[in-house]
């Protein structure tokens, strides 16, 4: 008796479970939505792993994990960060950066017939948004033992190497279990995001212990301060050293012993302030969170597909060195003079219509039920849009895998920027609110290095990159380039050091 119950109560789970995943694997049928037939057991995740789509775009931190009113307090603080004066003030600080890029690049050119662009400009970007987020002077360009760059690159492979998402996809209910899991352990180990998360942490105290007159604007201090940085004149911060701030009284090394930061940072917003309540310490981390990383791996990916890309289009460099020396002569770059460049703008557009390298977070959960033709996508569902294939999608774009920058010269594909066709920064009340920030940031760079260098294919460049999603698509590994030294360069500006 015992025995039958057994093999009763086994086909009966196998039938149920069978039941289960017809079930959940029909659901995109039953909305009338097409795509390839899952299987029983793995669903689609073979497609899903053949072509290396991402899993879980929508896990990050800050902004990002935000919704509704609480997503909308946030942006609303966050927006003036990025508003035209703060980010004049900021673009000092990208030029600077550029010009050690150019230095480096310079000492590499002499050493080196064939040279990896790519961990190059992962270096620089770090440096830029360590300096214009938190005012710290990252020296990634110059050391690679950084420890900022140290971390954030041990964060991304991990990032890369994770190996639960065939479990996620079969259990989805386990996703939180797994994060759960995943965040005591970064609790309770030296992980990267720990080390990360303390090292915003010092920042956020030592910033506090400063107080609103600090005579620096970084994005830190118009989160803590958003009232006092809004109205006053104070200027952009040239970045403390590592160990936060070159100020004894509030220098605090990154690698004290670790301290339970959940616990000490405030969840009570302080002083707040009627109508607007500002951000708590806890949400000024996550946010710091996620400008670090997503300043970090998008821009250095986009700087690097600009290098490919102009590699395999020498003609192209030209027109831009033309371009340059018509609109800027020897005058230095800025804000203003960065804004006369149609070709430069054009490049960037191309290069951002075939590499979206944030593809995949753009995504939105749907409010309410709504039918499309023959879908339907009901209310709580998460719809992402796939920017990759839109971007190379004929019906849209004419001979969509070539890389022509003049398409962009033509008013009819200038309105395509505003018509949903074209969204590497997404669109809406949601898009990126680091546009302008990484725009200005890659013009200032790329202006920089076409005046100094030619770029060239090397022998072990590859005609197509290797890429992979980690959030982003990012190269998989190495961008080759050659590169040949102008006869004139630009000038190194006078750095200002305080
Ligand atoms: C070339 C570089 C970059 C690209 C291609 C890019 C792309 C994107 C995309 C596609 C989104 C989603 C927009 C949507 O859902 O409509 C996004 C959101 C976001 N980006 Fe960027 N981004 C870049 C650089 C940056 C930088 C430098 C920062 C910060 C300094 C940043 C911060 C953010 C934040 C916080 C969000 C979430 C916005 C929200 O949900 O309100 N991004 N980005």
């Not at 039941?19 to 049928?29: A, K």
């Not at 990896?116 to 360009?141: K, W």
């Not at 301060?225 to 911060?237: L, Y």
Request: charged share 25%; with cysteine; hydrophobic share 40%.
């Amino acid at each position: 008796m015992l025995i039958e119950f057994c093999v009763f109560s086994v086909v009966a789970a196998s039938f149920l479970l069978k039941w289960h995943l017809e079930y959940h694997y029909d659901l995109f049928r039953r909305l009338g939505i097409g795509g390839p037939k899952p299987s029983l057991l793995t669903g689609n995740l073979r497609e899903i792993r053949g072509k290396h789509f991402p899993l879980a775009p929508k896990k990050s931190l800050g902004l990002f994990l935000e919704n509704d009113a609480q997503w909308k307090r946030s942006r609303n603080l966050l927006t003036p960060a990025f508003s035209t004066g703060k980010l004049k003030m900021m673009t000092p600080i990208m030029s600077e950066a550029a010009d050690i890029l150019v230095e480096r690049l310079t000492d590499k050119v002499k050493e080196e017939n064939s040279t990896d662009i790519y961990s190059v400009l992962q270096s620089m970007t770090l440096d830029v948004i360590g300096r214009c987020a938190f005012g710290l002077q990252t020296h990634a360009q110059v050391d690679n033992n950084d420890m900022f760059l140290v971390k954030i690159r041990s964060l991304f492979k991990a990032m890369t190497k994770t190996k639960i998402e065939p479990l996620l996809m079969l259990l989805p209910g386990l996703n939180g279990v797994v994060f759960g899991l995943k965040e005591m352990v970064s609790f309770f180990h030296a992980s990267p995001v720990q080390w990360l998360r303390q090292a915003m942490y010092q920042v956020i105290m030592a910033r506090r212990a400063l107080g609103p007159n600090a005579n620096v604007i970084d994005l830190v201090q118009l989160m803590l301060f958003p009232d006092q940085t809004r109205s006053s004149g104070i200027h952009a911060s040239r970045g403390h050293e590592h160990s936060i701030c070159k100020d004894p009284e509030i220098s605090v090394s990154l690698s004290s012993p670790k301290e339970d930061i959940v616990k000490s940072l405030s969840t009570k917003p302080e002083s707040p302030k009627v109508g607007v309540t500002p951000l708590t310490d806890i949400e000024i981390m996550a946010h710091s969170m996620t400008f670090l990383l997503a300043g970090y791996e998008t821009s250095g990916a986009v700087l690097a597909y600009f290098f490919h890309e102009l590699a395999k289009h020498p003609e192209i460099q030209e027109r831009l060195l033309e371009e340059i020396n018509d609109a800027i002569g020897k005058r230095d770059i800025d804000y203003e003079t960065i804004q006369g460049l149609p070709l430069f703008d054009a490049v960037f557009d191309e290069v951002l219509r075939l590499y979206p390298t944030a593809t995949f977070i753009t995504s939105r959960r749907a409010s309410e039920d709504r039918q499309y033709g023959d879908v339907k996508i009901p209310a709580g569902m998460n719809v992402l849009a796939n920017v990759w294939s839109l971007h190379r999608d004929p019906e849209y774009w004419d001979d969509p895998e070539t890389f022509r920058p003049e398409r962009w010269l033509t008013e009819q594909n200038c309105k395509r920027k505003s018509s949903f066709t074209y969204l590497p920064f997404g669109a809406g009340p949601r898009h990126c609110i680091g546009m302008r920030f990484a725009t200005i940031e890659a013009k200032i760079t790329m202006v920089k290095i076409v005046q100094s260098f030619q770029i060239q294919m090397a022998h072990d460049s590859k005609e197509d990159l290797d890429l992979i999603s980690r959030g982003a698509i990012v190269p998989e590994k190495d961008v080759k380039i050659r590169l040949v030294k102008r006869a004139t360069g630009t000038r190194r500006r006078a750095v200002r050091h305080c």
